[in-house]
């Protein structure tokens, strides 16, 4: 059983940077493909960006590809996400998560193991 913690969270001004960190336990994680979801009020929880296991591939919607990076330190058992030129629309819950063995990891259903998520806000 993984356990998966998020924290970085916060209240920043459109254009403004946070970083956010997902620290897991409880598993090998280097044996896991870790991504980050994000959910807004009323909405359904969207793929934000997923990494390969050795981190070498990561992956983005598009709505943040070149506004944030996903990263990964396996000696640390955590994983990153650096959201940079934020915008209104980045508001959400952002949650991580770990899969095992998924096949699809841009869905919900791809993961195994979800942390109880961070607020970010982002004002205009």
């Known amino acids: 059983q993984v356990q998966v913690v998020e924290s970085g969270g916060g209240l920043v001004q459109a254009g403004g940077s946070l970083r956010l960190s997902c620290a897991a336990s409880?598993?090998?994680?280097?044996?896991?493909?870790m991504g980050w979801f994000r959910q807004a009020p009323g909405k359904d929880r969207d793929f934000v960006a997923h990494i390969s296991r050795s981190g070498g591939r990561p992956y983005y919607a598009d709505s943040v590809k070149g506004r944030f990076t996903i990263s990964r330190d396996n000696a640390k058992n955590t994983v990153y996400l650096q959201m940079n030129s934020l915008k209104p629309e980045d508001t959400a819950v952002y949650y991580c998560a770990a899969a095992g063995s998924g096949s699809d990891y841009y869905t919900y259903s791809g993961y195994d193991y979800w942390g109880q998520g961070t607020q970010v806000t982002v004002s205009p």
């Open positions: 409880g598993g090998t994680f280097s044996r896991y493909t």
